[in-house]
Structures are given as C-alpha cells and as structure tokens.
C-alpha cells in the first residue's frame, strides 16, 4: 500500500547544518516582541514537531531540551518550562513519526495539532505552577494557527532536500 501523498521524486539526505539553521531561525521568530499576542505560533514547537517527524534519528529529545533551555534563558521563563514542553513534544512526534508520514499533509496537520496543544498545556501548567495568572483561553489559538502551517512549512523545510529532476535512462529510478 502506497501513502496517499507519494511523490515520484527523491529526496536527499538532509544536511545537519540546515536543521541547526531553522531551529535558529524559529528561536529568532519566537524572540520577536510581536511572539506575545495570542495567536502567534511557536515557531520551534512547529519546527521541533516536523524534525523529529522528518529526522528522528537526528532530531529528537535531547535537542529539544536544550533548545527549550536556550528558550528559557531568552524569553526569561520558569527555566525548563519549555525544555519540559518541547521533550514532550519531541517524543510523541518521534514516536508518531513512521504513522503521520503516510498521510497528506492535511491529515499530518490533524496529527500535530494535539501534539501543539500538549506543548502549551505542559508550559501553561508549569507557568501556573509557578505562580502566574492563567492567560485565558486565546493562548492556546497559536496552535491552531500552526496547525494550519504545517503544510507550508512542509514545503519550505524540505525544498532543499529535493533532488533535480533529470532523467536517466540507465538509472530506473
């Protein structure tokens, strides 16, 4: 049984230096001031989530924490309440990698909804816990948003691993 999205081209090995980049570009996204209106998505919960669906074997859990700690430090948060959201997030993505990969990209999205929304709820507890307000109900209107971007962002983070097509008649692939 084939996946329902089959493509007839190849993609190659992605390159350690361009995950390293759009984490560091999704860190950057979410260090922008405008990343306090609700609504706003986590740009490294969403870039997390499609590496270790993508990658995970090179991606996984021990990335997250650390990116979640370097998070912590930048956004001045309860240290580990995003390390703790994003190894959450790591290990149900990585263990439903194999599984959201045979779907189209928008059943992929319906897959990584709860697993967005389990992130925040994990920061929002942590945050409570610690003594903050609830922030109301908008807060959790980011990870619909980033829901609805998984298939664009699908097509941007694996446009460089995209083989050219050229065609070989001594290759039969």
Not at 72 to 92: C, E, K, P, W
Not at 143 to 161: E, H, K
């Amino acid at each position: 049984m084939q996946p329902t999205h089959s493509s007839r081209r190849i993609l190659l090995p992605v390159k350690p230096w361009f995950i390293l980049f759009t984490l560091l570009t999704a860190m950057t996204l979410n260090a922008v001031p405008l990343g306090r209106f609700p609504g706003f998505p986590d740009w490294i919960a969403l870039t997390l989530a499609f590496w270790c669906v993508r990658e995970p074997l090179r991606v996984g859990m021990l990335t997250a924490f650390i990116v979640g700690i370097v998070m912590d430090v930048i956004g001045g948060a309860v240290m580990g309440q995003h390390a703790l959201a994003y190894v959450l997030l790591a290990y149900f993505a990585g263990q439903l990698s194999r599984r959201v990969l045979w779907f189209g990209l928008l059943q992929q999205s319906l897959h990584i909804l709860p697993l967005l929304l389990l992130s925040q709820v994990a920061m929002l507890i942590t945050r409570l816990m610690a003594g903050a307000a609830f922030p109301g109900w908008w807060y959790f209107a980011g990870c619909f948003l980033a829901a609805m971007l998984w298939t664009p962002l699908n097509y941007l983070l694996l446009l460089p691993q995209f083989r050219p097509v050229e065609r070989d008649d001594n290759r039969p692939i």
